[in-house]
């Protein structure tokens, strides 16, 4: 079974700093990796995903993430984060297409303080 | 473009009763999800439709029904809600099924 770990709650940074929020995950074979952010009352917007290629995948809103195979990681990063940046942040992975439909498993969730 | 709209918005049902909460995507995506929203558990798969005409079930699918009559409505039914349903849903769809879902904006429903 697929699975995915976000190891904490909540991560609290200053804006201008560099962000980390955590993902690591369990699947058989060649992983599909997502990260989505979700603003209060509102539903997940897609931020970006690792299919295949280069580890580093850049996505919306200057945010990128870097696949790392051997720790089985999709850490989400910023170089600088705004306080507009504060949310919740869901890390999601399925396994290889195999003719189903696409049964992403989400983690529990980061939730992303920015503060001034 | 409107993308995914669910309805309604927010409910309060009493135990025992029935109800449907709507979705329907603007998109054409042949693959369409329910997802429930618990604190702590992140989000789960309820059911899921790979194309018009077919279902499956999901993590946690009792309780509820779907059904995908066309390729812009996939329904979620509740038949005799029960207190432990009090959760904010979720529907969402794909193109592909490799490419990234979209979500529409949430169905609060509280079961008391």
């Known amino acids: 079974a697929q699975s995915v770990a976000q190891p904490e709650d909540q991560v609290n940074v200053a804006e201008g700093n560099p962000l980390t929020v955590k993902c690591t995950y369990s699947?058989?074979?060649?992983?599909?990796l997502f990260w989505y952010v979700q603003y209060p009352n509102r539903g997940l917007q897609f931020l970006l995903k690792y299919i295949t290629g280069d580890n580093l995948v850049k996505g919306s809103y200057g945010f990128e993430a870097e696949f790392n195979k051997s720790q089985t990681s999709f850490h989400l990063k910023k170089p600088s984060a705004l306080v507009s940046d504060s949310a919740l942040y869901f890390c999601?992975?399925?396994?290889?297409?195999?003719?189903?439909?696409?049964?992403?498993?989400f983690g529990t969730g980061t939730r992303l303080q920015v503060t001034l | 473009t409107a993308g995914i709209t669910q309805a309604p918005t927010s409910q309060i049902l009493a135990a025992g009763r029935s109800m449907t909460l709507r979705c329907t995507q603007d998109?054409?995506?042949?693959?369409m999800y329910w997802y429930r929203q618990d604190l702590g558990l992140g989000l789960r798969l309820i059911h899921y439709?790979?194309?018009?005409?077919?279902?499956g079930k999901g993590e946690v699918p009792d309780g509820y029904s779907v059904s995908r009559a066309n390729t812009d409505d996939f329904p979620l039914t509740l038949a005799s809600a029960v207190p432990s349903q009090t959760s904010v849903y979720f529907c969402?769809?794909?193109?592909?099924?490799?490419?990234?879902?979209?979500f529409g904006p949430g169905t609060r429903l509280t079961v008391l």
């Open positions: 969402a769809s794909s193109d592909s099924m490799v490419n990234e879902q979209f």
């Open positions: 439709s790979n194309t018009a005409g077919t279902t």
């Open positions: 699947v058989s074979g060649n992983p599909y």
């Open positions: 999601a992975v399925r396994g290889p297409y195999t003719g189903t439909a696409s049964k992403l498993t």
């Open positions: 998109m054409r995506h042949n693959a």
